[in-house]
């Protein structure tokens, strides 16, 4: 018997999972942040070890068993994040042939049907990659304003703001937004919002991204049209991973991760018009698999296994073990 293991080490928790060849999951373990912006290369190390002793107990399993092993980490962002990441790994003492990826790659492996696409990330921030049949990737930084990559909750957050400062200086038309952004901070009117806000007396972000879905879902046409521009932005970010990996005239998935969807459909209506006018075949689906399972998939591909009759095993598997009920969950 083979065994593979996946890991998907995120900024807020992290996951390990062991599944055999035949796609049953075995055990898993969880723990907190491994981002090594957050914890550092010794925070990094001590989660990854963290999960996977949980996981090789859980299974029954011995570190010389793993077959194949693959690793989705937040904050492996560029070239230079390669060597320490591969020295925090290397000290698993795991040897069996494995590669790591940033997060959001596993969510596309997890998520689309053969392990290959773009996939689009949208919850407090946002990122974007893609994968070819051949393993080839494409990006976008992941950094939001600094290249001008937009759709997280805390850009739709911003977007709104925007909107209640072009309505008060009559650049823009009036808004229900301006009402509930003053209430929620406690301020009379949008110069004292954007003084507040300049002066760092107060913070708009994600978290304040409900309240635009809250008055675009009572018809304002002002927020309605925010969403719609969260959704364009998002699109674009996909359109540039497509072109970067020359999927324009394919019949691929778009795999949609992340919170910020559940707020309103026009998300997703926005990205695909965006899409569809550069790639007509793509299928925008949601991910709906925990992430770790790209991890263990992945595993299997450097082990030279064929992992897509498995699939949806380690998939219904992984749910089980992970009480795992939805996308975003």
């Not at 937040?74 to 003492?93: C, K, M, N």
Request: hydrophobic share 45%.
């Amino acid at each position: 018997m083979t065994y593979f293991l996946g890991f998907d080490i995120g900024g807020s928790k992290s996951h390990a999972l062991i599944a055999d060849e035949s796609g049953a999951v075995l055990g898993c373990g969880e723990g907190g942040s491994g981002n090594h912006e957050g914890v550092g290369m010794d925070g990094l190390r001590a989660v990854l070890q963290s999960v996977v002793n949980q996981a090789l107990g859980a299974a029954g399993v011995a570190r010389e068993q793993i077959t194949g092993m693959g690793l989705g980490i937040a904050g492996y962002d560029w070239p230079s994040d390669y060597e320490p990441h591969r020295a925090v790994i290397e000290s698993l003492g795991i040897h069996a042939p494995y590669q790591f990826v940033n997060d959001a790659v596993i969510g596309l492996i997890a998520g689309a049907r053969d392990g290959w696409g773009v996939s689009v990330v949208a919850g407090t921030g946002n990122n974007c990659r893609g994968r070819d049949a051949l393993g080839r990737e494409g990006r976008v930084a992941g950094v939001s304003w600094w290249t001008a990559e937009y759709g997280g909750g805390g850009d739709l957050t911003r977007k709104a703001v925007e909107a209640v400062w072009l309505a008060w200086t009559k650049r823009g038309p009036d808004t229900d937004l301006t009402p509930k952004f003053l209430a929620h901070v406690g301020v009379d009117d949008a110069l004292e919002l954007i003084e507040g806000l300049s002066r760092g007396r107060f913070y708009l972000g994600a978290p304040e991204a409900p309240l635009v879905f809250e008055v675009a879902r009572a018809g304002d046409r002002v927020a309605l049209e925010c969403i719609r521009w969260v959704g364009r932005e998002l699109g674009s970010l996909a359109v540039g991973v497509i072109r970067q990996l020359e999927f324009e005239s394919l019949d691929f998935e778009v795999v949609l991760t992340g919170s910020l969807y559940k707020g309103s459909p026009l998300i997703v209506e926005a990205m695909q018009a965006v899409i569809h006018a550069v790639a007509p075949g793509a299928r925008l689906v949601y991910l709906n698999a925990p992430p770790v399972v790209g991890g263990v998939l992945l595993g299997m591909e450097q082990a030279g296994i064929d992992f897509r009759p498995v699939r949806h095993r380690v998939i219904e598997g992984a749910k089980r073990e992970l009480h795992w009920t939805e996308a975003g969950s």
